[in-house]
Nanobody, 125 residues
Framework: QVQLVESGGGLVQAGASLRLSCAVS????????MGWFRQAPGKEREFVAA????????GYADSVKGRFIISRDNNKNTVVLLMNSLQPEDTAVYYC??????????????????WGQGTQVTVSS
């Protein structure tokens, strides 16, 4: 079983930056593809960013491309989402996700077997 614990959320003003972290335990981190998703009130969960097992492949939703950066530290068992130029529409609960069966999980939530509890990000205008 894989345990995922997100941290780093909070309340910020538009234009600010936040750094979300996801600490992973329970399986060797290097075999896991990782992703970040978010869910705003009244909306479906949506893809934000993903990174492959090796860290050599990654992908972003169009809405965050150029502003968010996903990275992983296989020595610290951590995946990080650096969020820059935050906007009110980025307000959501952000979830970390993992899967051990794929090299790269991609954009579909169903590709990920393990999920964290989420961390709230609120961006005021």
């Amino acid at each position: 079983q894989v345990q995922l614990v997100e941290s780093g959320g909070g309340l910020v003003q538009a234009g600010a930056s936040l750094r979300l972290s996801c600490a992973v335990s329970g399986r060797p981190f290097s075999i896991l593809t990782m992703g970040w998703f978010r869910q705003a009130p009244g909306k479906e969960r949506e893809f934000v960013a993903a990174i492959s097992r090796s860290g050599l492949s990654n992908g972003y939703a169009d809405s965050v491309k150029g502003r968010f950066i996903i990275s992983r530290d296989n020595n610290k068992n951590t995946v990080v989402l650096l969020m820059n130029s935050l906007q009110p529409e980025d307000t959501a609960v952000y979830y970390c996700a993992a899967d051990s069966d794929r090299y790269y999980g991609g954009t579909y939530p169903t590709n990920y077997a393990y999920w964290g509890q989420g961390t709230q990000v609120t961006v005021s205008s």
